[in-house]
């Protein structure tokens, strides 16, 4: 079932080449995609018109079949709830705990009143108990967020954007800021919940082979336009070369793409 | 338990809140403020001002009068804070970490700051007043005097800052005491230094109000007079020149600042 | 390609470049002497023997702070006028705080559309260029000098300067966080208070208490000219109306005490601020 399709989707920032142009797509509920390219290619900018932090200046997108481009402030926060966000660089509120920023994710289901307040119900504390249990920072719950490492930050954004029972979640350059041991746990762990709960993943990533080796698909960007849009298997040098403009980064890739296609 | 971290932060945040309302509650009766009286009059100052509180063309006449005391104010502004500049770069050289010669002109230098800093302006003024009585020449003591406090702390942070270690390297190139002042703190805290000046200025064209009104001089002295006469729309006139004034010399003293820092 | 004499480098005396900010140093520094020396000469002196009025001033002095004592007013007494003074600046901060909380929300541009942040910023900028004494009179006309007129007055002049620093602290918060909110659904309020208070929370704190250190001279001000309750109003009668200078010198000197003491205060949580 389609879950998100994008048509014609451009965006243009004043006095500079359009960051994205054209753009159409669709997603299935369930699929691991993953969204490379080199810096500027439009990847972060694709990520944040689907959910509207950045608003398009063209074409359409749609979500479990309503209209995101066309709502307005309310509406908008209702879809947002069912659209999961991982970012870069975390963004918690360093100075409270685990557990409350996590509870976070469940602002956007409250109203005015309680979510000023902070009033969060016990199944809703049950449930985000459940998922830092998951993902192995059950221990951490109470420690204030500046006390704790990139890894186990960044689990702590994956947890806030599962507590609000998404049915898809976008993850902006997820691992650009771990060292490679994290950066397998977290997608690991991306990969587990995309498998057990059905919630449709798209990634951005710069580590093409990270993208090979855990996407059912991977979209390439050249300077805001698709290059690719396939599985892993049919990724050859040549299309890498297409997407990076650069052969050097190809070469050092050849053994994943082997893997892939074998 | 997950839970009792939200609990106990509400409650945190509740006895933090209460402590608050408490103070002010203490405070209102302390003072015997009635907050009630307090809006109705906030309430019939916004229609007083609607209705009264503006230059009209009759008040345009005294435009001489007003623009020739606001002359006096700032020229006593500006005078006493480079005068008060000049005394405090003394004080603050005789007591910075990098430029003293001994300790204990630290602890002087900083209480003398002090000392000016924290006698209020009013004190100042009023004893003036005394044995100089209403001149201008105690407007300008009472702002010299304050900012002197001011200045001296703040040179001396300057001065700080510049460090030690540059103080010591030309020391160990055999650099006399005053060449390593003129030719290395100095210069490096020249822009700083000049920029408190600047802001010692604005905020003494301001102070020179209420010491204006306070010692007979100036325009918080004519304000004064056309206020206790019922002559507001002058009065307006007065405040609108005040503010433009404050804002002009801010948005050079930004001008300044941005050429120099 | 000739190398005539002009072509030559000059080593007579290494000269540091001009750059344009010493230019602006030198020029400003010159402007300022130049009006300095002319107010100082033609400053109205007034009547003023100036000698006799050095020797009595040095005199004054002397009593006041190497003799203060009161028959009037007892230490405790004194004290409590401090602390009429000290009441006066809790509600004065406690009331610009509150409204400059919710003010600075408005003036930060990463909050708020820039219409609106540039008409708070311009509004607060007005309110700190009016005098803090001048507040405080356009409201004794509705309310009558006292200490009603006094703290409005005052609250409004500080709200001038917590709004402007407020909205700063607001503005330095870390986009990302706002964001992460904003992508869950979250409400403009509940991102406020969820994030953007939290976050902010000592900043926040630090500046009001240093306001409450001016808005406690303010206060002392204000007694003294605008008949507000406290200590100021003391120190006014004492040198105008009983010309005990004896008495001034002890208010002076608890005065100053207190206001040493907040200062001290005020340097630690700079530099906590300065940490941050």
């Known amino acids: 079932m389609t879950l998100l399709e994008l048509k014609n989707v451009s965006k243009c ?23 490379i390219g080199a810096s500027g290619s439009g990847k972060t900018t694709l990520l944040r018109c689907i959910n509207r932090m950045i608003e398009p200046s063209g074409g359409e997108i749609s979500f479990n079949g309503i209209m995101v481009s066309k709502l307005r402030k309310s509406g908008l926060r209702k879809v947002r709830t069912k659209i999961g966000m991982v970012f870069q660089h975390h963004n918690l509120v360093e100075r409270l705990t685990v557990i409350e920023n996590v509870l976070h994710g469940r602002l956007g289901y409250k109203s005015t009143l309680a979510g000023v307040l902070g009033i969060y119900n016990s199944r809703e504390k049950k449930q985000a108990y459940e998922i830092l249990e998951i993902l192995g920072i059950l221990d951490l719950m109470h420690k204030r967020c500046d006390q704790i490492s990139g890894g186990q930050k960044q689990r702590v954004g994956i947890a806030r954007a599962l507590v609000q029972n998404p049915k898809m979640i976008l993850c902006d350059e997820p691992i650009a800021s771990l060292d490679p041991g994290s950066s397998k746990i977290i997608m690991d762990y991306l990969k587990n919940i995309c498998s057990d709960r059905g919630i449709t993943l798209i990634i951005s990533l710069h580590q093409v082979n990270v993208a090979l080796n855990y996407s ?46 074998g | 338990m997950p839970a009792d971290i939200f609990a106990n932060r509400r409650k945190n945040i509740f006895l933090f809140l209460a402590f608050i309302a408490a103070l002010t509650t203490g405070s209102m009766v302390l003072t015997q403020f009635d907050p009630v009286n307090g809006l109705i009059s906030i309430l019939k100052a916004f229609f007083w001002g609607l209705s009264n509180f503006y230059p009209d063309v009759q008040s345009l006449s005294h435009i001489t009068d007003i623009l020739v005391k606001l002359r006096d104010t700032i020229l006593m502004s500006i005078a006493s804070s480079v005068a008060a500049a000049v005394l405090a770069m003394a004080l603050a050289l005789m007591g910075s970490r990098s430029t003293r010669i001994h300790v204990f002109f630290t602890y002087f230098s900083r209480g003398i700051g002090s000392f000016f800093r924290n006698v209020p302006l009013v004190a100042w003024a009023m004893v003036l007043m005394l044995s100089f009585s209403q001149s201008s020449l105690t407007g300008f003591l ?23 270690s540059t103080v010591e390297a030309l020391k160990a190139t055999g650099a006399a005491y005053y060449h390593i002042i ?37 325009i918080g002295f004519l304000f004064d007079v056309y206020y206790k006469s019922f002559n507001y729309h002058v009065a307006s006139l007065i405040v609108i020149v005040t503010v433009i004034t404050v804002i002009a010399m801010e948005s050079i003293s930004n001008m300044v600042r941005r050429e120099i820092l | 390609m000739t190398t005539g004499p002009e072509n030559k480098i000059k080593f007579s005396g290494l000269e540091k470049p001009v750059t344009r900010a010493m230019i602006v140093i030198r020029l400003t520094l010159s402007i300022l002497a130049v ?6 000469i033609t400053l109205d002196y007034g009547s003023v023997n100036i000698p006799r ?38 509600l004065i901060t406690v009331f610009s705080g509150v409204i400059a909380l919710f003010l600075g929300l408005l003036g930060a541009r990463n909050l708020s559309p820039k219409r609106v942040t540039s008409a708070v910023k311009a509004f607060v900028a007005f309110i700190r260029a009016v005098p803090s004494i001048l507040w405080v009179l356009i409201f004794a006309v509705s309310a009558g000098l006292g200490s009603t007129a006094a703290v409005i007055g005052l609250s409004f002049h500080s709200i001038g300067y917590l709004t402007k620093a407020f909205a700063e602290c607001y503005e330095e918060l870390d986009r990302g966080v706002i964001d992460a909110l904003k992508s869950t659904g979250a409400g403009w309020w509940t991102i406020v208070f969820q994030a953007v208070i939290p976050s902010s929370a000592t900043y926040l704190l630090s500046w009001t208490f240093l306001r409450f ?7 002392v001000a204000m007694g003294a000219a605008a008949g507000a309750a406290g200590i100021g109003f003391d120190l006014f009668m004492s040198s105008t109306m009983y010309f005990d200078l004896h008495e001034v010198g002890l208010i002076t000197y608890f005065i100053l005490a207190f206001a040493v003491t907040l200062e001290i205060i005020a340097m630690k949580v700079k530099s906590k601020l300065k940490e941050k």
């Open chain 3, 53 to 90: 009025a050095v020797c009595d001033t040095l005199n004054n002095f002397r009593t006041i702070f190497i003799h203060p004592f009161s028959r009037r007013l007892s230490i405790p007494d004194i004290f409590y006028e401090i602390l009429v003074t000290i009441g006066l600046s809790i």
């Open chain 3, 213 to 219: 250190e001016l808005n406690f001279s303010n206060a």
């Open chain 2, 142 to 164: 009472a702002l010299f005097f304050g900012s002197l406090g001011f200045l001296t702390r703040a040179f001396m942070e300057t001065l700080d800052e510049v460090g030690e």
């Open chain 2, 182 to 218: 003129f030719q290395a703190v100095l210069p490096s805290s020249l822009p700083q230094m000049l920029s408190w000046l600047l802001f010692m200025i604005e905020t003494n064209i301001r102070d020179a109000t209420l010491v204006g009104f306070l010692t007979g001089t100036g």
């Open chain 3, 35 to 40: 009006i300095t020396f002319y107010s100082l």
């Open chain 1, 216 to 261: 059912h698909r991977i979209i390439g960007f050249n300077k805001g336009t698709i290059h690719f849009d396939g599985p892993p298997s049919r990724l050859s040098p040549g299309r890498i070369t297409e997407i990076y403009g650069a052969e050097q980064i190809t070469e050092s890739y050849e053994h994943s793409l082997a893997e892939a296609a």
């Open chain 1, 13 to 35: 920032y004043t006095g500079t080449k359009p960051a994205l142009s054209d753009v159409s797509f669709s997603v299935k509920e369930g699929e691991f995609v993953s969204v």
